[in-house]
């Protein structure tokens, strides 16, 4: 329930403040006073885009701020999914800044937009005459009745099945389709990977190839040089190991004279030692070097073999490869994996379709037994409201599986008796569709669980003793949700439980927007000039009173 609302610097509002009552509000003023803009300022509230040149001062920021009881309504669980604390007392509060910048707070804290509407949603219903329009969507026909109905529960249950079916459908889609381009792939990563399986890469030394094949290919060059080397070395007279053999004997024959005389011969019989075992290997090497064409061009032929592969595959080396085979055999292998995985999505998706049949011939089962109640219930009501002959028809067809179930309906209408009932875009007028709307509303009072309910302008096209009748619904309906109501009519007005005026104030530099709330006295002369214009006779003003007296309201003045 509203219990404060505060509007600050929007559009001809400066300064604001309305703590409406808990039954039914009327709010009431002349074309353009500000009444419409209420209703902008109340949107912001719950979450509406904001513009910045809405602001009454560009310099300051503009604020709007609703405090509400929520005591009853078990909000728990959609605070705690906000990340917000829970309080009875529920403060909304939107801010818009002069270069445009957009904030939202929940008792104090900062959320975002989407959290905002969220919240609101459950706090305030606006009916406007867009929501008119909205009667003749079938989708919201079709919500209209699941609410009369009760069935939320069960749409809920149904619509569950139905997201679940259609998950294992998308991921079977894209499954089939990637299995359609691996099969595409398949001839062509088969013959790859036969290729990779072949060349035997596992214990390949690519490195260790490429030198052998340097060495055979320059052997004559390389057993010249090592022999050339040995025979300096050792095998010559004037060879390495000889003079150094000698250069020894002269240190051990002064080796007696000086004790670095004897180290250093020491190290230099090491030195010696050393080319030995060098001469040695130089000499086996010498002997083992050998051209050998054959092995040579067998060599060659395996790293001709690595060398296409890799830029194949593009690829640096052996390791690229294994990689590039380990890539292949996967998507190899997940052709045949793909089938077993589509064969049991299939199945999966074959099961959540029956699951969600089921559910949905369950919905469309309760939704047809409560058409029958909701065309009588609304027909009485609109009989009620000056439409004696009006006669309500669901009609109902069944179409494929869809989110709101496999029902199609769409409600129809007609006026005038012996008239076929059609489509309401064809069959109601403006004022039809508005005393259409408020019996619906009227219905589902019971069954919803806004607190608050906001009429714009929702007695359009009536009047006498048919807008009676509508005050008198509205004032049932607010014993069990808090109304408030802009109107024109005076009858509506009278039926009020809290009367506020809304009107313009000239001052020297512009015109301002005000709120007021009317004591008894001032009720009615605000019904009688609703009644008679600017100067009411005393007909008009005694018109107001019987108005007011019809909702049992003591009468002053």
Known sequence: MLVDLRIQNYALIEQLEMRPSPLLNII?????????????????LLGNRADSRMLFNTERKCVIEGQFDITNYQLQ???????????????????????????????????????????????????????????GDAVFQLNLLDLYANLVPTRTQYGNAYRQYRKLETDLKALEDQSVQASKELDYNSFLLSELEEADLDKEDQDALEQEVKQLENAEEIKYKLSQALHGLRDSESCATGTMKDASTLLGQVANYSENFRELRQRLESCLIELHDIADEVETAERRTEGDPARAEE???????????????????VEGLLEA????????????????????????????????????????????KAFPKFEKELSTLLADLGMPHARIVVEHKTGPLAASGSDVVSILFTANKGAQPQTLSKAASGGEFSRLMLCIKYMLADKTALPTIVFDEIDTGISGEIAVKVGRMMQQMAHKHQLVAISHLPQMAAAGDTHYFVYKEDR???????????????????IAHMIAGAKPSENALQSARELLALRGEEVVG
């Open 28 to 44: 009431t003023g002349e074309t353009g006073a500000g009444k419409s803009i209420m209703l902008g300022a109340i949107g912001l």
């Open 77 to 135: 669980d959609i605070f705690d999914s906000e990340d917000l604390d829970y309080d009875a007392q529920c403060i909304l509060r939107r801010e818009i800044s002069p270069s445009g910048k957009s904030r939202a707070f929940v008792n104090d804290t900062p959320v975002t937009l989407d959290a905002l509407r969220k919240i609101g949603a459950n706090l305030m219903d606006i009916h406007s005459q867009h929501d008119t329009l909205l009667l």
């Open 508 to 526: 020297a530099d512009r015109t301002v927007s005000r709120i007021r709330q009317l004591s008894p006295e001032d009720r009615i002369k605000e």
């Open 325 to 368: 085979r380990e890539t292949l055999r996967q998507k190899v292998g997940s052709v045949l994996n793909l089938d077993k995985e589509i064969t049991r999505l299939r199945k999966d998706s074959d099961a959540a379709l029956k699951q969600a049949t089921t559910q949905a011939a369950k919905l469309s089962d309760s939704r047809r």
């Open 299 to 317: 060599l060659q032929a395996r790293l001709t073999v690595l060398y296409n592969l890799q830029r194949k595959h593009q690829r640096r080396d």
